[in-house]
């Protein structure tokens, strides 16, 4: 299985996931044009991609969704709820390429995928783990807090792409309208470095090793500032970093690192 951060961000969020020949883009924030574009930096072509799932319908998750499936053979898989928000953009023929998912697990090729609810300000909001042949990947972006059943889920990921939004002393001073920080700060929000740090020392103690910090922002936060509030909160809790417990992050303007589990060549 192969897995990796197209990009992420305010401005657009996208991963690709990759097991036994089949090609999931994880939301498609960005424009088809810069989607083909970071695809072709890791080697892989819009035209093999199978399927386009969504967390949620703000546009930095769906912005390239319906002109991708207009011009490529990938279906797209979202909640009803999200569908009924972009309806009018969908053109009747590719209609049926869309399928409606829940909160219920399904099969994508050998891949189980299971959606799970978040907390956020959207018609709805989907976190998602993906199990390959024993290997468990997760994403929980977009989320104001971490419902507990969605820990129990994701709880023995190897991998987990977890949001590190702001720093909550950056976001009180930035520029933001007082009313966009309440929002981004309350539990339909987003999660600050010291929420994801909990999450990530609780997610520790349940065996995920590599985390990957993610919708990181750029206005009232700093690459720098999620990373050594995760990694004190994990040194605090007795872990040795680059040792047992690897933090890496998801970057705005380009792809991240590349994650292998099983056989390479897969
Ligand atoms: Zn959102
Ligand atoms: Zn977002």
Same mark, same amino acid.
């Given at each position: 299985m192969r897995v990796i951060n197209l990009g992420s961000g305010s401005k657009g969020n996208s991963s690709f996931i990759q097991a036994g020949g089949f090609r999931i883009?994880?939301?498609i924030g960005f424009t088809v044009k810069e989607t083909e574009r970071r695809l072709e930096l890791i080697n892989e072509k819009a035209e093999d991609?199978?399927?386009?799932?969504?967390?949620?319908?703000?546009?930095d998750h769906i912005k390239g969704f319906v002109n991708f499936l207009k011009k490529y053979k990938a279906r797209g898989y979202a909640h009803a709820s999200v569908i009924e928000e972009i309806k009018d953009t969908i053109p009747e023929e590719i209609k049926d390429k869309i399928s409606i998912i829940n909160d219920y697990s399904f099969g994508l090729a050998d891949i189980r995928v299971t959606p799970f609810v978040l907390p956020h300000d959207s018609s709805s909001c989907l976190g998602?783990?993906?199990?390959y042949k024993g290997k468990k990947v997760s994403f929980a972006t977009d989320l104001g807090y971490l419902p507990r059943q969605a820990f129990e889920l994701i709880r023995g990921s190897a991998l987990v792409y977890i949001e590190s939004n702001h720093d909550k002393k950056m976001l009180m001073n930035c520029q933001y309208p007082y009313i966009i920080k309440k929002r981004i700060a309350g539990d339909s929000g987003h999660l600050s470095n010291e929420q994801a740090s909990q999450i990530v020392v609780d997610l520790a103690r349940f065996g995920t090793k590599y985390f990957v910090l993610s919708h990181i922002s750029e206005n009232?936060?700093?690459l720098e500032q999620a990373y050594v509030t995760n990694a004190r909160a /994990? &040194?605090?809790?007795?872990?040795? /970093? &680059?040792?047992?417990?690897f933090i890496r992050y998801s970057r705005q303007d380009r792809p991240g690192n590349n994650f292998y589990f099983g056989e390479e060549n897969e």
């Open positions: 883009l994880l939301d991609i199978d399927a386009i799932l969504i967390t949620h319908e703000h546009s998602y783990m993906f199990e009232s936060n700093t /994990l &040194e605090d809790a007795g872990y040795q /970093l &680059e040792k047992d417990i």
